[in-house]
């Protein structure tokens, strides 16, 4: 009676170990298709990131080709447009060239591909600057969105602020100032500390002049998000030149042009709005906390000092709301 059950159980027994069996072979084979991928994605990663080493270092050829076409000459709008779509392909390709080696950093043969990726950056860091410099100061506005195009690819939204500020905004801030102190020196009722005057002439240029370029980076799917002129260009350049060439503006001892010019440079940070597209936009720029309005010109976060303290500048407002109460009492 038992044998048909011993039977039943052998082959039971059989079969279960040949599933196991076939499991193990599956799970191997899975295992060997896994590690096959791996290394297949790792090939390709490798061989994606030599050829667009390769074709950055192509497109640089071509850049020093059209230089030397084009000549050290001042150059054209059209010439000048030629290099700056040139330059935005060399960062789109960098771009991919910095991602892939990211993703490979630990691979040796990518870190061997590293001081040539480095300097390859250096030179578009470079060539970009003097584009954008150079379409700043002629006013090229296509070639400055080209080159700004191009400073968002590689990451470096620092590079182009500086060049903004330096370019096109100081000159501006400069020219004003120095216009307030020549009317000063002919006999003008102008005095050197008041920054009303300097303030509403400059915030005309900055809308004239920069308006046009705040605008465009703050425009819906334009890309150019990262940049902050409001702040790190255009505030940190009034900021610094009005503090070295009018520190008297910042000087609590004469009360009442302390106050003036306080009011001034608030009535200064709230016509800058126009600027923008929208209230989030401005405050987004300053990266400051709307309700805490206390300094002038140095609210934005990257500037080091705040001109105006809260100490002072409510000492010396009830100071002046309460003397012509004085002879009263």
């Not at 691979?107 to 003097?130: E, F, I, M, N, T």
């Not at 090229?140 to 500086?162: I, K, M, R, T």
């Not at 990262?226 to 940190?236: E, V």
Request: charged share 15%; net charge neutral; glycine share 6%.
């Amino acid at each position: 009676m038992r044998t048909p059950f011993v039977m039943l159980k052998e082959r039971l027994l059989a079969a279960q170990k040949a599933v196991q069996a076939e499991l193990t072979a599956l799970d191997q084979g899975l295992q060997r298709r896994q590690q096959a991928a791996k290394v297949k994605a790792l090939l390709e990663l490798m061989q994606d990131t030599a050829h667009v080493m390769s074709k950055v270092e192509k497109l640089l050829v071509e850049v020093d080709a059209l230089e030397a076409q084009q000549g050290d000459a001042t150059l054209t709008a059209e010439a000048l447009d030629s290099r700056t779509r040139l330059y935005e392909r060399v960062a789109g390709e960098v771009s991919r060239l910095k991602y892939f080696l990211a993703k490979g950093q630990h691979l040796p043969s990518l870190q061997q591909l590293q001081p040539r990726a480095d300097s390859a950056v250096a030179r578009l860091s470079l060539l970009l600057r003097q584009a954008l410099d150079a379409a700043l100061r002629g006013g090229h506005q296509p070639a400055v969105l080209h080159c700004l195009q191009a400073f968002a690819a590689v990451g470096d939204a620092a590079g182009a602020e500086q060049v903004v500020q330096e370019a096109l905004v100081l000159p501006l801030v400069e020219s004003t100032i120095a216009q307030h102190q020549q009317g000063k020196g002919h006999g003008s009722v102008l005095a050197s500390d008041q920054l009303a005057s300097v303030l509403d002439a400059l915030l005309g240029q900055l809308e004239e002049q920069c308006g046009w370029l705040v605008g465009a980076t703050m425009a819906p799917q334009s890309g150019l998000h990262a940049f902050d002129f409001l702040g790190s260009s255009i505030l940190a350049a009034v900021d610094q030149q009005v503090f070295s060439t009018m520190p008297g503006a910042f000087s609590p001892g004469v009360p009442a042009t302390f106050l003036s010019n306080y009011g001034a440079a608030m009535r200064f940070l709230e016509q800058l709005e126009g600027m923008c597209t929208t209230r989030a936009a401005f405050q987004v720029n300053l990266t400051i906390p709307s309700a805490v309005p206390l300094h002038c010109l140095s609210l934005h976060v990257n500037l080091p000092t705040a001109h105006w303290g809260r100490p002072k500048t409510y000492k010396i407002a009830w100071y002046a709301l309460a003397s012509p109460k004085v002879p009263q009492l």
